[in-house]
């Protein structure tokens, strides 16, 4: 790990909203491209970054949509910056196209979606968080993905960071999952001095060009990049390709190449995954959340405690990797779990996947438009420790 | 008795420029697709061009085969985003000569919106289109740029829809440098491609191709010779031509030449001008945003 550059770190406390401290994270995590369309309730990320990029020492285009800005990043990764893109649910899906081929190119980047309510046009201004098995399985073909999801403005800034040091540390494109809550609320932001941010850099091989391999690993599974201009004269392609980057159109090199884009991030899930737990050890029933509705599902929580159940919080505040063994740790040793989302029923599955039919596993379903109220999510806490 | 030495055929000048570990290439016996390569190659030599700073972004289709086979920093990407690729790549690393070689579905189908507003940008991007009038790749399906009544297997009766005149919509979009050759002019090809690699600005070359395979042997057009004579007997240079009159059109004859060459503000420059001129000493010019 290396330290931030100072140039990029408006180091304060600032009085900002979510969406303005995602533009801070990625500014202090060495993001010095932008390519973005405009899109509710997402647009206010790329207009900071279009008027703080200047005097900081990069560029921001604003493209003619979506597809267009979700691979001019990658263009502009391969050629050697950091990159980043935001958008909202419309504009993620067409994203998606990009999104597959930042996985099977190794591009690291990162892509914000502060989500609002759908599908289709759907709720423009209002929250949702119904995009969370898009972003493990938007684009098609198999693979994994990281995404994080914040709570408030402080972790926009922060996990924006840790966004950036994951995509880079696994070459895989992070999802930053918001949502129009956390990023229209307007709450202290303490941004660290400089020499105090941790940054991953980026893997760049030091190796001579004749002995290097585009798609050469050994050992972590990730393997190293170069830039065009270094005088690699690479090829990147979004076939399935070997590791000298060609094209192979076989059953082995396939097998060969998905299994290991998987692994990269199966194996490294521990290192990856990080989850706030509170009072789990004696807990009855676990409410498991994510982003906004994490904060929501704290007040239920502790109503629920004062009329005397043992309720502990597990918040999510990594998605993908999905966090399998500690659900099923907890399975084995809990009477029910409880999950609201601002869906119908996403993250539930994965709950009710890993928990294997040895804990119940209670929903607590919200279409969008609005946060749960906590009594919503205490009645069924109440229900699950019956 | 004296030794012989056995001359040894000496390499294709190109050689140096192809993965020849990738040969042989996908291409039909007769495709235009490898002339236009050659063309390109010999334009690097002619220009003594610094290789490490050249790099080609295709699409997808036959044409968007050739960065793959070329050896340079190269980049095979998706269907119709070669452009937006490139334009970041170009951001991010003005350094570079960005080379955009595709094909006309790709470019002007898929792609036909990244085109336009890279060229309304005037972002340095050189961009050789081969325009075979078909889908090639996927089995020779009508293209943007089908002639009306050529049969196609998405049109077998005959297209009738009205094609692009591609010139004319690369111009009328900004371009700044635009021209015409087929795989026949492959001296005047090579010449247009130095020029536009010694330039500034969003550039043009349409290179029509034979297609042997998918569009000549549905039309009874012939092999790639047959092409060839065709685009001997029917091409007329004219350059500096209007493009309004390059229209490509049955029983007439085929325009070739340069078409439009002409200065406008390039993006970067008109984005350091601005900020500068509005931020003074506050605007930090960095010319690579390279990360290390």
């Known amino acids: 790990m290396i330290t931030a550059d100072p140039k990029g770190v408006l180091t304060g406390a600032h009085f900002i909203d979510g969406d303005q401290a995602c533009t801070e994270g990625c500014l202090a995590a060495g993001a010095r491209f932008a390519a973005g369309y405009p899109i509710t309730p997402s647009t206010e990320v790329v207009e900071r970054f279009a008027r703080r990029i200047p005097t900081v020492g990069g560029r921001f285009i604003q493209m003619e949509d979506e597809l267009a800005s979700s691979i001019a990043i990658l263009g502009a990764v391969w050629g050697g910056a950091k990159a980043f893109t935001v958008t909202s649910g419309p504009g993620f899906s067409l994203m998606m196209e990009h999104l597959g081929l930042a996985v099977m190119t190794e591009t690291p980047c990162v892509i914000v979606n502060v989500q609002r309510g759908g599908p289709s046009t759907g709720l423009p201004t209002l929250p949702g968080q119904a995009d969370m098995m898009q972003a493990r399985w938007g684009s098609h073909g198999d693979y994994e993905i990281i995404a994080l999801s914040p709570q408030s403005p402080q972790e926009c800034f922060d996990l924006s960071i840790t966004a950036f040091n994951l995509s880079e540390q696994f070459r895989v494109p992070v999802l930053f999952m918001m949502d129009e809550v956390v990023g229209h609320m307007t709450e202290k932001v303490i941004i660290p001095p400089a020499e105090e941010i941790e940054i991953y850099p980026r893997r760049l091989t030091v190796k001579p060009p004749e002995e290097y391999l585009p798609y050469a690993v050994d050992g972590d599974l990730v393997p190293e990049m170069v830039h065009a201009g270094m005088g690699y004269r690479f090829h990147i392609t979004g076939l399935t390709h070997d590791e000298r980057g060609y094209p192979a159109m076989n059953p082995e090199a396939q097998d060969k190449l998905i299994r290991r884009l998987k692994d990269k991030i199966l194996e490294n899930a521990d290192r990856i995954i990080t989850l706030e737990e509170e009072g789990l050890d004696s807990a009855d029933v676990v409410v498991v959340s994510y982003g906004i509705t994490a904060r929501v599902a704290q007040r239920a929580i502790e109503l629920a405690r004062a009329k005397g159940l043992k309720v502990g919080k597990l918040r999510l505040v990594t998605v993908w990797p999905f966090p399998e063994q500690k659900i099923r740790d907890l399975a084995g040793r809990v009477r029910a779990f409880v999950v609201p989302e601002l869906n119908l029923g996403q993250i539930v599955r994965e709950v009710e996947r890993c928990a294997a039919g040895q804990a119940r596993v209670i929903s607590v379903p919200h279409a969008g438009g609005s946060v749960h109220r906590p009594e919503q999510i205490l009645e069924r806490i109440e229900e699950a420790a019956k | ?292």
């Open chain 2, 1 to 292: 008795m004296a030794t012989t030495t056995c001359e040894i055929a000496p390499a294709n000048p190109v050689e140096q420029f192809l993965r020849t570990d990738r040969i042989p290439h996908i291409w039909c016996p007769g495709c235009g697709i490898g002339t236009s390569v050659n063309c390109f190659t010999r334009a690097l030599i002619e220009l003594d061009a610094d290789l490490d700073k050249i790099a080609v972004v295709s699409g997808i289709g036959c044409s968007g085969r050739v960065a793959g086979y070329l050896k340079l920093d190269s980049f095979h990407t998706t269907h119709g985003r070669a452009i937006p690729f490139a334009t970041g790549l170009k951001l991010a690393r003005p350094e570079l000569t960005v080379v955009v070689y595709s094909g006309d579905g790709d470019l002007f189908a898929i792609g036909g919106n990244h085109f336009i507003h890279a060229a309304r940008r005037n972002i340095d991007l050189k961009v050789i289109c081969i325009n075979n009038f078909i889908y090639g790749m996927t089995g020779g399906q009508v293209a943007p740029t089908t002639p009306v009544s050529a049969i196609a297997t998405t049109t077998p009766f005959g297209s009738f829809e009205p094609p692009f005149n591609l010139p004319q919509l690369a111009e009328a979009a900004g371009a700044t440098f635009v021209a015409r050759w087929t795989t026949y002019h492959v001296r005047q090809l090579t010449r247009t491609i130095k020029e536009m690699l010694k330039r500034k600005g969003f550039s043009f070359i349409e290179v029509l191709s034979p297609c042997p395979t998918l569009f000549q042997r549905r039309n009874k057009q012939g092999d790639g010779l047959a092409a060839m004579k065709m685009y001997k007997q029917l091409s007329k240079t004219r350059n500096g031509a209007p493009t309004a009159e390059t229209a490509i059109e049955q029983g007439k004859p085929i325009i070739v030449g340069k078409f439009v060459d002409i200065e406008r503000p390039s993006y970067l420059g008109s984005m350091e001008q601005m900020l500068s001129s509005r931020l003074g000493d506050r605007y930090v010019h960095v010319e690579n945003l390279e990360w290390h």
